[in-house]
C-alpha cells in the first residue's frame, strides 16, 4: 500500500532508480518490522500457553495480561553484561547472533502476505525458501565453533547432522506442490490453492513430512536436540550472554514465525479465504493462519519428550524420504492422469495412511513387546 | 566406523539434569560414552557425624534433610530404629498414621520422580506440571497435618508428634477419590507416546543379577524383576495387615523403572483406602522422656523407602546421643552401576538413565 502511495505520488518526479529505492526500503523495513513484532507476540503467545499448559497463569505482571513482558525481558537482557569467555574465536563469536537473524528474516522476503504483497515475487519462491533455510545452519555452527565449549560443540554438530538430514525430505516434499501447480512461484502457488483447494487437503503426506522437517530444524522439543537443554545445558548457545543471547532468543521465535508463515502459504492456501467470508481482508487470514500454526508449534513443544540424536537421523532417512520419494511419483501420476481434486484428495489421504502405518510397521518390531509387559504377576507368583 | 578423539566432559556438579550435584566425568568418542566415573561429595555436609552430637529425638529433623524427597520415610526409619533400641513400643493409631505417612509420601515421591525423568527425556512442558501438581496435593495434606511441605519432622519415637485434624480423613479421601483418574491419564498420555517408548524402552538395561549384586533395591531392583519389597519380605508397622501387590518389571530397562513407579503409585492408593478404612482411634504417642537414653546396644531398622531400602544403623553407649549413627541410602547404592549402565549409550541416554534411577544427592552425599 506504502509502495503503490510512493510510486503514484512520485512517478515522473523522481527517477525510476530512486523510486525502487524508495520502495524496495520500506518494503525491507515492513517486513522487519512485522518479522520482528511477530517474534515479540509469538514470546508472549508461547509463554502464556505454555503456562496454561502447566496449569500455570503465565507472565501476567507487565502490562494488561502481560503483554509488556516480552519488552520487559527485552530491556533486561540487553541491560545484562555480555560475557566473553575466555579462549573464544572473538570475531565468529561476535558475528553468529548476527549472522542467525538473517536467515529467519530473509524467509518472509518471499511470502506473499496478500495478493501482490510479497516483498520479493521471484519465480524461483519456493528454491528462494529452501536455500535460506538451509543457511540456518552456518550461523549456529559458527556459534558453537567458537564457543569453546564442549557442550557448545556437541550442540552445533547435532545441529549440522540434522540439519542435512531433514533438508531432503523437505525438499522432496515441496516437489510435488510444485509439479501440481506448474511454478516455482510462491503466488503462483497459493492461486492455485485458492482454486484447487488446500495442499494441506491434496497432498496430505507431503504436508506432514514438510512440517515435521520443517519443525526439525526449528530447534524445538521434539526434535530441539541441538539445544537439548536437559542434556547440553543450552547447547551452542551456552556461552552467550546479555543481547547476543537474545538475539539468539528473539531468531528462535522469528525463525518459527517464518516456518508457520510458509505452511500457510504453501500448504494452508496463504491468504485465500475459500468460497465464504471474502469480505475479511486477505492479510487477516494468512496472518491468523500462521498464528495458528504457531500454536500447533507451541502445543507439539509443551507435550512430547526429545528424540535421541541418532533416532532422529533414522526417521530422516529411514521414514521420512522414503515416504517423500513415494509421494513424489504418487503426485506426478496424479497429474498426469488429470483426475478431480475431490478424487486427488481421497487417494492421497487414503495412501498417505497406508503408506504411513505399513511403513511405521515395518521399521518397528518393537511395539508388540511392550504391550505385552505386565507388571502386576498373579499372586500365586509371588 | 569413523572414530573421533575422545574428549571428556564433566557433567555436573552444574547441570541442568543431574539432579543436584552429581558430577559425572563422561569420556566421548562424539556421542557415544567410553567411559564414566561419578564424583560425590558436593553435597557432603557430614549428617551422620552431626547425628552423634544430638540426642535421639533432635536426629529425627537432620533425617529430614537427607531424602528431602521423602522425609516421611526418613523420620519413619529412623523413628523405628529408636523404638527398637530403647524398647519403645508405638501405639496401635500412631501405625497406622505412619503407614498412612508412607505412604502418601511414596507417592509424592514417585510423582516427583516422574516428573523429573521426563524432563530429563525432554517434556518439560505439560506431563512435568501435571505431575507436580499432584505432589502439591499431597504436600497440602503433609501440611495440615504437620505444619510443614518439605521437612515434616513429624514421625518420632513413640508415635506421631500430634494427631491428624478432624478435616484430614475428608482431605485424603478427596485425594484419593480424583488422583486414579488422572493416573490413568497421564499413563495414557505417555506411555503409548512412541518417542517415550523411543527413549526408554531398551535403554539401560540392568540384569536380575546384576542389580542384585550391585546392591539396587527399590523401583530400580523391581524393575529388573527382583521381588523384594520389604513391605511384604519383612514387614514393619502394620503392613503385614494390608493387602497390595508388588509390581515387577521384565528386562530392567528405563521403561520398566517408570511403569513400576506408575504402578507403585496405584498399589500405594490401595493400601492407604485399607489404612484409612482400619484407623482405630485411641492415643497417638507413647509416653517417651525429651531425653531418651536407650541402655548400650546396638539396633538396625530397614524400611521400604520410595528409593529402596533405607537403614538406620544406631549405636548407643547409654548416653543421651548415638554413639554411632549410619545411614544405609538406597540413591547412593542405587548408583554403583553407573559404569554397566552408561558405557556404551549415548549422552542423552545418560540423562535419561541418571533420571530413572531417581536419586537425591542429600541422601547420597548426607
Known amino acids: 500500500m506504502i509502495n503503490q502511495f510512493i510510486i503514484d505520488t512520485f512517478a515522473g518526479v523522481l ?27 509469538a514470546i508472549w503467545i508461547e509463554r502464556k500457553l505454555i503456562g496454561r499448559m502447566q496449569i500455570r497463569y503465565g507472565p501476567n505482571r507487565v502490562g494488561p495480561k502481560g503483554l509488556l ?12 553484561e555480555a560475557i566473553t569467555p575466555f579462549g573464544v574465536d572473538k570475531v565468529v563469536y561476535a558475528a553468529a547472533p548476527l549472522v542467525i537473524f538473517i536467515p529467519a528474516l530473509l524467509t518472509f522476503a518471499v511470502v506473499p502476505f496478500a495478493p501482490g504483497a510479497a516483498l520479493l515475487n521471484v519465480d524461483i519462491g519456493v528454491l528462494f525458501v529452501v536455500a535460506v533455510g538451509a543457511l540456518g545452519v552456518m550461523p549456529i555452527f559458527m556459534a558453537g565453533w567458537a564457543s569453546n565449549n564442549k557442550y557448545s560443540l556437541m550442540g552445533a554438530m547435532r545441529a549440522i547432522a540434522q540439519t542435512v538430514s531433514y533438508e531432503i525430505p523437505l525438499v522432496l516434499s515441496l516437489v510435488g506442490l510444485v509439479l501440481m501447480a506448474g511454478s516455482f512461484k510462491m503466488e503462483d502457488l497459493v492461486l492455485y490453492q485458492i482454486e484447487n483447494g488446500w495442499f494441506l487437503l491434496l497432498q496430505p503426506l507431503a504436508a506432514l513430512i514438510f512440517f515435521i522437517a520443517a519443525s526439525a530444524e526449528l530447534n524445538r522439543t521434539p526434535t530441539d536436540i541441538m539445544e537439548g537443554e536437559s542434556e547440553l545445558a543450552a547447547g551452542y548457545h551456552t ?58 508449534f507451541v502445543w507439539t513443544r509443551a507435550t512430547l519428550p526429545r528424540l535421541r540424536i541418532d533416532q532422529l537421523m533414522a526417521f530422516a532417512w529411514k521414514f521420512l524420504l522414503p515416504l517423500s520419494l513415494v509421494n513424489i511419483m504418487l503426485v506426478a501420476v496424479l497429474v498426469e492422469l488429470n483426475l478431480p481434486g475431490i478424487v486427488v484428495f481421497a487417494v492421497n489421504a487414503v495412501l498417505a495412511v497406508v503408506l504411513i502405518k505399513g511403513w511405521a510397521g515395518l521399521l518397528s518390531a518393537r511395539g508388540a513387546t511392550v504391550e505385552q509387559r505386565v507388571y502386576i504377576r498373579p499372586a500365586a507368583a509371588q | 566406523m569413523v572414530t573421533a578423539n575422545p574428549f571428556l566432559v564433566n557433567m555436573g556438579p552444574q547441570h541442568p539434569s543431574t539432579h543436584g550435584v552429581l558430577r559425572l566425568r563422561l569420556v566421548l568418542d ?24 544430638h540426642t535421639y529425638l533432635q536426629t529425627v529433623p537432620i533425617t529430614d534433610r537427607m531424602d528431602y524427597l521423602a522425609a516421611m520415610s526418613n523420620n519413619l526409619g529412623v523413628a523405628l530404629a529408636i523404638e527398637k533400641l530403647a524398647g519403645i513400643e508405638a501405639p496401635e493409631r500412631a501405625q497406622y498414621l505412619r503407614v498412612i505417612m508412607a505412604e502418601l509420601q511414596r507417592v509424592a515421591s514417585h510423582c516427583f520422580a516422574q516428573a523429573v525423568f521426563l524432563q530429563d527425556l525432554g517434556a518439560w512442558g505439560g506431563p512435568l506440571m501435571y505431575f507436580l501438581r499432584e505432589r502439591e496435593q499431597v504436600l497440602d495434606i503433609f501440611e495440615m497435618v504437620c505444619g510443614a511441605r518439605l521437612t515434616y519432622n513429624y514421625i518420632r519415637p513413640g508415635g506421631v508428634s500430634q494427631d491428624v485434624p478432624p478435616e484430614f480423613l475428608p482431605a485424603v479421601h478427596g485425594f484419593l477419590a480424583t488422583f486414579p483418574k ?8 505417555l506411555t503409548k507416546n512412541e518417542i517415550l517408548r523411543a527413549r526408554t524402552v531398551g535403554v539401560g538395561v540392568i540384569s536380575r543379577e546384576l542389580a542384585l549384586s550391585a546392591g539396587f533395591s527399590g523401583p530400580m531392583l523391581r524393575g529388573s524383576g527382583v521381588d523384594w519389597d520389604l513391605r511384604k519380605q519383612d514387614p514393619y508397622c502394620v503392613y503385614d ?27 500405594s492408593l490401595r493400601i492407604l483406602h485399607q489404612a484409612l478404612e482400619q484407623l482405630p482411634p485411641g492415643e497417638w504417642k507413647t509416653p517417651v522422656p525429651i531425653v531418651i537414653r536407650p ?5 538396625f531398622q530397614l524400611i521400604e523407602s520410595p528409593r529402596g531400602m533405607l537403614g538406620y544403623y544406631l549405636v548407643s553407649d547409654g548416653g543421651a546421643a548415638p554413639w554411632r549413627f549410619h545411614v544405609r541410602a538406597p540413591s547412593f547404592l542405587n548408583l554403583g552401576a553407573l559404569n554397566e549402565m552408561l558405557v556404551g549409550s549415548t549422552v542423552a541416554d545418560v540423562v535419561a538413565i541418571v533420571g530413572s534411577i531417581d536419586i537425591v544427592m542429600g541422601e547420597v552425599d548426607r
Not at chain 1, 17 to 23: E, G, K, R
Not at chain 1, 69 to 80: E, N, R, S
Not at chain 2, 33 to 53: A, I, M, R, T
Request: charged share 20%.
Open chain 1, 69 to 80: 513482558q516480552p519488552i520487559a525481558d527485552a530491556i533486561k537482557v540487553i541491560g545484562k
Open chain 1, 239 to 296: 556461552e552467550y550472554s546479555g543481547f547476543k543471547f537474545s538475539l539468539f532468543y528473539a531468531t528462535e521465535y522469528t525463525h518459527v514465525f517464518a516456518v508457520s508463515a510458509l505452511i500457510s502459504t504453501l500448504f494452508l492456501g496463504g491468504w485465500g479465504t475459500g468460497p465464504v467470508l471474502d469480505q475479511v481482508p486477505a492479510i487477516i487470514w494468512f496472518i491468523a493462519k500462521t498464528y495458528l500454526l504457531f500454536c500447533v
Open chain 1, 15 to 41: 527517477p525510476e532508480w530512486l523510486i525502487a529505492l524508495m520502495t524496495g526500503v520500506t518494503g525491507a523495513v515492513g517486513v522487519l518490522l512485522f518479522a520482528l513484532s511477530c517474534a515479540l507476540a
Open chain 2, 295 to 299: 541402655p548400650a546396644g546396638e539396633a
Open chain 2, 30 to 53: 562424539g556421542e557415544k560414552v567410553l567411559n564414566v566415573e561419578p564424583v560425590l561429595g558436593y553435597l557432603h555436609s557430614s549428617k551422620e557425624k552431626l547425628q552423634e552430637e
Open chain 2, 241 to 267: 495387615r494390608f493387602a497390595f501387590d508388588v509390581p515387577l518389571g521384565h528386562v530392567g530397562d528405563c521403561y520398566d523403572r517408570f511403569m513400576v513407579r506408575f504402578y507403585e503409585i496405584r498399589e
Open chain 2, 182 to 189: 488422572k493416573l490413568d491419564e497421564y499413563e495414557g498420555l
